[in-house]
């Protein structure tokens, strides 16, 4: 509204919020406090770009770090619970599982929060106050990076000592070595996987990471971490030393992730939102329940 009085700017946003929409405002003189005390967003005409693009970047982030911190979580749970149900044995102790929460809930989330705005931001389409923070595109990269990385390790579960060639081995020290194998390969994947979360609409994941080098310092002192523990922290992590062709074998399933991912991306996802029809069940059967 250009040159408007205050009281039709303040009508104007009282009607939006009562409406249920967010409203921002600019102003920059004493006449728009009427009007900036009642609204969601003020924004400053010189900033105007920046205000516009720091809330779709903040979403971006959360959607980030969410998409990847429930893609470690979701695989590290079936894992365990498949093979305690079925063997009774867990290839991810509790301290394994500590460090993986270590390094993905704060290095990991660490990385993905220092990544800069980019324009591709201002194109996306403005998302609604009620819209799930999960959507339908985290669902999809979610699901098909937990599922290889289940279907994987499970495999190396069940059927590792004869696939690493461990069956001339001793028992218990083939059990070490396949259950490392698989921590390993884990840890592995979320390290690839922090480059898919950068980008989860967006095929290419790297475009301009070597701006960032803060994420590429987090990533590669994490893989240090990583080979450190595996090599000379057995006892503290109940782990055994891998040689090189079983760790080239954990690169190489961790390297899969990135085309799988780019893959991935070309799947079609529903407008709708999924937590729309997972709520349709419910809402039926209170109205049949009220009726």
Request: aromatic content about 8%; glycine content about 6%; some cysteine.
């Amino acid at each position: 509204m250009g040159r408007s009085s205050p009281s039709d700017k303040l009508l104007l946003v009282q009607a939006l919020r009562k409406g249920g929409e967010v409203v921002a405002v600019t102003g920059d003189g004493t006449n728009d406090a009427p009007a900036l005390r009642e609204l969601f967003i003020g924004i400053l005409p010189c900033s105007l770009i920046i205000g516009c693009t720091m809330g779709p970047f903040c979403l971006r982030q959360y959607s980030e770090i969410i998409q990847f911190q429930l893609t470690v979580n979701v695989a590290a749970l079936v894992i365990n619970v498949v093979a305690a149900v079925s063997s009774g044995d867990v290839p991810l102790n509790a301290v394994q599982l500590l460090w993986v929460n270590l390094i993905m809930d704060t290095l990991g989330a660490l990385a993905l929060a220092t990544e800069p705005p980019t324009d591709h931001l201002m194109h996306r389409s403005p998302v609604g106050r009620r819209e799930p923070l999960i959507t339908n595109i985290m669902w999809r990269n979610l699901l098909i990076q937990a599922l290889y990385q289940v279907g994987v390790l499970l495999v190396l579960n069940f059927w590792g000592r004869s696939i690493l060639h461990l069956n001339g081995e001793e028992r218990e020290h083939a059990t070490d070595v396949k259950n490392t194998m698989i921590f390993n390969a884990f840890v592995l994947c979320q390290i690839f996987n922090e480059f898919n979360a950068r980008k989860p609409d967006e095929i290419n994941v790297f475009s301009g990471i070597t701006k960032n080098r803060l994420f590429m310092g987090i990533v590669g002192f994490t893989f240090v971490l990583q080979i450190i523990l595996i090599e000379f922290a057995g006892k503290f992590m109940s782990t055994v030393r891998l040689n090189w062709k079983l760790w080239l074998a954990s690169m190489a399933i961790a390297f899969v992730s990135w085309p799988l991912a780019a893959v991935g991306k070309l799947v079609p996802v529903p407008e709708t939102p999924l937590s729309v029809y997972l709520v349709k069940p419910f809402r039926r059967w209170r109205t049949r329940q009220n009726t």
